[in-house]
Every structure is written in C-alpha cells, then in structure tokens.
C-alpha cells in the first residue's frame, strides 16, 4: 500500500476551542479533527498543523498535513471529514503532497487579519469575531504607525514569554490598517510569528490610538526588545489566520 | 410630563429567539427588548415592533416605537438598553418621533436579504446566518426570473396560510440578484410583505435552479393566486430584514 502524505484545508469559527493543539482536559480544533479523521481513516492518525492558534482565535484558512495509506480519492476527503465535523470547523481542499512536506515548517509566509468593530454601538452579528473599539479610530494614522512593522526585525518586544523559539528574528513582508465601514482592519504578513505577536501589535496600535503611547514609538519598542515597552495583547476574538504559504507542487 | 414617542432602531442576531413577536413559552426578541426597557424606564411598557419576523431570522435594521414619560436623552436610550440587552440583540439609535408613528403602519417600505451560500463546503462563519446551496447557481439567470416580481400584484401565491391579512396585493420596487465570491444575495424591497412571502420567493427561485420549476414560470405563478402552484418555503436562517423606509420628521 503506498503511504501518501495529504494536505488540508480547513477554516474554523475558535470561539468553541481552546485553540489549535491538543491539550488534556479542554477540546481543541486538533484533536476534534483527529476524531473525524478516525472516522474516515479507520485509525487516529498524527496531524501537524501549520500554527498552534490561541483559544478564540479563528481561521479563515488552516492548513494541516497527515500520512495514510488509504486508498480514497482526494477530492472525496473534505466532503467524507465534513460530515463527521462539527459545524463550526470545515475542510474545503485535500491535495497530495511530497513526502517531505510538513504543514508548519514548510510554510513560506502566513497572513493574519485583525478585525475591530469601530463602533459605541454592539453588532450583534460580531459577537466572538471582532474587538470592539468604541472611540473613534484614525486608520490613517494606525497605517502610517504600522509600517515600522515592514521589514527584518528583532520582533522579541513583541512576544510573549511563553513561546518555544529562541530565534526571535522576522520579516514581515506587509503591514495595512484599514476601514471598511464601521470596521477596521489590521492585515500582517510575516516569514513567521512569535507567541501573540499579531495580538502584541493589534495591542500597541490600539494604545497609539487612545494616547497611552506616542506616535512614532514601534521602531524604539522594537530596537529595546523589552515586551513591558510594547502595548496591551489585544483580545483573540478578532484574530483570523488569514492564508498560508507554501512553495510545493502538488504530487497528484 | 411630556409623554414622548421614541423610535428605536436595533440589529439582532435572530438564532436564539422563536421571532420578534412575545409568545408564551419561547424567548422573543419582543419580551427581551421589553425586559431591557423595564430595567431602564422603570415600567413594563407596550411595543410596537415593524414587522413579525419569524424563528431563526435575523434583522440588520429593525424598528420599534413606544411611549415614555421619562427625561431620558435621546441619545443615551441605545446605551442605557444595550447595557441590559444580551449580545445578539443591540439598539444603535434612538429618534423622538411624532405622537402617530406607528413602527408597522408608518412604514413606507421594507427592504430584505437572503443569503445563500452557494459551495459544496460549510463555512463555519455561517453557521445559522446563511442557506447552504451546494450547486453552483446562475445568478444572473435567477435575476431575470425575479425580475417578475417587480411591480403591483396579488401575491397570494407567495403567502403562507396563517397571516393575518386580507388584501394580498403589494408592490415590489426591487428584486435582484447577485453574486459576491461564495455568496449569492437575493435582495427584495416592497410596501409590504406577506407572510412567508421572501422565503417562497427564493424557495421558488431555487427551484426554477435545481430545474423543478421551468424558468419563466414566475409571472404564471402570481396569476394562479395559489400557494401549492409556488416553489418551496426557504429556511429563515438566510433572510435579514435589511432597511425600513420611513416618511416623517423628527421632533427632536
């Protein structure tokens, strides 16, 4: 039987899960699809996802890889791991991949979206999917704020303790603020992230916004690699990973 | 005291509720709202909402008057309720309206939308906000056929038996049909609208999709004035009263 190595695309509503990775005691979006995979694949099956997300943390796309030796059709697998899925998590695309493709480490760059809801007044229809910042937001402002982020930097002022790597160099390759109505948007897209990095920025952003800290303040934050200098980690309810990278051809 | 007639406008996320009307035994959006205008204007006071919706449906604008003697700022009304009010529901303005506004007979038109997902996958952020259709619609041959509801007819083929009304004719200013990525909208304005009436509309243009109903058969529908002649009845969870069209000044 020939082994083949599958990637998955999935999207899913966080607001249920303690987050991506598997942990005793509280259900996650891995474990959850290892059950569905179980399901389908008749064995429990080891999944490596792309990022480990934060509980509350959504996904507009994910991305996840497993071997099997199953004989099922590709294009077959989303609607088979569908139907054992609950609601809030969905898988759209299945492709074979090389063997040697691993959903975390052969991501090129990963894009992420933080939503805010600019606005005294509560939407209803956003209630777990977006922060609420109910004084008025200056998008372009937070823009002009928000390329010190552009480029090859020590991103360690904007980690949290916690995270597992030592190296805690990036590039981020785009950085954008902006308004869609009563909403407002953060878009960054990095070779990598550091634990709560995006939420670290959506934080210091914000606390520009309300005064707390000056403009013109990121490249000194980031030059002092101190997180206490950066801003508050803002919620994870409006945090969608957005889309993720990979440099491959498919083997199918 | 000066009795004042305050006109409120609310959204709400309708999946928790059996509808806008109170009725024993199930929470209403009614009883919810009047629970919040108790707490804030000290007594149990008579609503007037602009129209019935139905269990699982959703409304981006919604319009209620009610009658206070209270001093309260106008413009403090969607605070002080929204402080009391659950997430899904969320009061965004308040107006001080003529003595005779009537939230139902006031109004000049309604405006609705249906959603439609239209992929053979589930998106998650959609979970009760939107019908899933898993094959693919020609949107731009459903927007010719709902060009047929547009003008002044007897719509008693596209009432549900259980309204209330005798008089079956409205005037339909707007139909369309149109496409944004994934998501196929069906958008309907009127005078008024029958019981039912936008679900068996998109019930029927789904059918003239799926190749249940011939196209064209709309116009021979509207003059059969028989309900059984009509497509099926949509889900309520795609439909969102959109806009109300009102005709007056404010006091204030």
Redesign the interface.
């Given at each position: 039987m020939m082994m083949r190595n599958l990637l998955l695309y999935l999207?899913?509503?966080g607001s249920a899960y303690h987050g991506w990775q598997v942990q005793e005691n509280a259900v996650t979006v891995q474990q959850t699809l290892q059950d569905a995979i179980e399901a389908v694949f008749g064995a429990r099956l080891p999944v490596t996802g792309c990022s480990r997300t934060d509980a509350g943390v959504?996904a507009?796309t994910f991305c996840v890889n497993f071997r099997t030796d199953s004989a099922i059709a590709c294009e077959r697998v989303?609607?088979a791991l569908?139907a054992h899925l609950p609601?809030?998590?969905?898988?759209?695309a299945c492709r074979v991949v090389p063997d040697d493709f691993h959903a975390r480490y052969s991501c090129v760059s990963k894009r992420y979206v933080y939503v805010i809801r600019n606005?005294?007044?509560?939407?209803?229809?956003a209630?777990g999917?977006a922060t609420t910042v109910p004084f008025p937001l200056d998008e372009n402002m937070l823009h002009r704020q928000a390329q010190a982020f552009l480029g090859t930097h020590d991103f360690a002022a904007f980690a949290a303790a916690g995270g597992s790597v030592e190296d805690t160099v990036r590039t981020v390759s785009d950085a954008c603020v902006r308004r869609e109505g009563e909403t407002v948007l953060f878009e960054v897209q990095a070779d990598g992230f550091l634990y709560h990095m995006v939420r670290i920025m959506v934080g210091t952003l914000l606390d520009i916004a309300s005064g707390k800290l000056p403009q013109g303040c990121i490249p000194q934050i980031l030059a002092s690699l101190d997180r206490s200098r950066a801003g508050v980690t803002a919620p994870p309810q409006g945090l969608y990973l957005q889309s993720v990278q990979y440099d491959f051809r498919d083997v199918e």
């Open positions: 999207r899913y509503d959504h507009r989303p609607y569908n609601d809030d998590i969905g898988v759209y606005s005294p007044f509560r939407d209803p229809f209630v999917r």
